[in-house]
């Protein structure tokens, strides 16, 4: 008996050794168990608050992306709920570039569902912090609410999300350009490349000297970014609205021009670091009568530099009907165009006073007048 006594004495002493030597004996577990690489666990206090259930007080991870601090958890083999974590992102390292891959998410269909208050996550490129709460509806399917709302799924293969583009905290990401943008975004990526379905309604303001614009757009816009290329391409299923005040130009050539406009993008625009480009461009004058058209539109970012072919028809009571057809090419401060006009003239004052201005343009030699 006494010998029984005894080694239950034994067995429970080590027991509260071991319970008292809990936050070592874990630490040095979890730097035992987990790559060193992957992420460390500096700090780590718990305790039991039921037969199937922990307490955990405070836990401190570092990865190469973050730093987190975990606060007031409750864990379970069911459900994980924590109560305040904050998250400090880490500018990333340099290192060789790699070659994308496609994802393979080491997903646990068996692990506990997860649920967290109050998320803090503050650091570069975030202008302030960003606080949302989670909640995993299904099991790696979770809800984000708070300063951005969201729906992400995960999956082994792939990650797919539901942004609402509304509200205070995206909108301070803007450029000051863009004074209202609202809709959805459906995102897809998989580790090659991310695709993107938005419904949009924005409203951007535009102003250079005294010529001020705005430019607005509702509609769908699909994209798709390819990583390995880092290239995308972006398609706008509706026509953007513009309207803009023509005050910078002399009266007798903004009376010529409208004021408000729809341009047109029927074909994808490619998108790379440096450069821009589409196959055609169309914009047309509401309130006055113009087509104006860019074909093989090519933008170098770099330099800047643009280049492409035109087509300008416009018509006026006072200057007859215009057609401008050439190939345009402009930097900053440096305008070269080359073409053929045709002009209908009207009166033999507007031939006179349109001769004037075609021999300003023949005297730069950059445009051949035809006139018909």
Known sequence: MKKWLWSLALILSVLVGVYLARVPLSLWAIKHFIPVNELQVSCLDWRLSGFNR????????????????????????RQVNIEKADMQLLSPKKSDATRPQRL?????????KMHVAKLSISGEPLPKPLVVSISESELNQFVISGDIAAEVTLQPERIAANVDLSGEYLSALLPPQIQALSGTSQLEFDGLAMDAKLELETLVALEQAECKSTVAYIGAVSGRYDLATQQG???????????????????EYSKLLPTTWQLRLPSEIT???????TDLL??????????FEVNELAVDLTEPFVNGDIRLEFSDEKWGAHTLAGALSARPNFVNMRGKSQVTFKSLHCKMLLLRISSSIAASKYWVIQPS
């Open 233 to 251: 391409k972006v398609a706008l299923a509706e026509p953007i609205s513009a309207k803009s005040t023509l005050d910078c130009l002399t009266s």
């Open 104 to 112: 393979a998410l080491p997903l646990d269909i068996t692990r506990p």
């Open 54 to 77: 922990i307490h955990i007080t405070k836990a401190c991870v570092q990865t190469d992306a973050f730093n987190a601090q975990l606060y007031d958890a409750q864990l379970s083999m």
């Open 282 to 291: 169309e914009v047309t004058g509401k309130d006055k009568p113009l087509q």
């Open 271 to 277: 998108i790379s670091a440096d450069s821009i480009a």
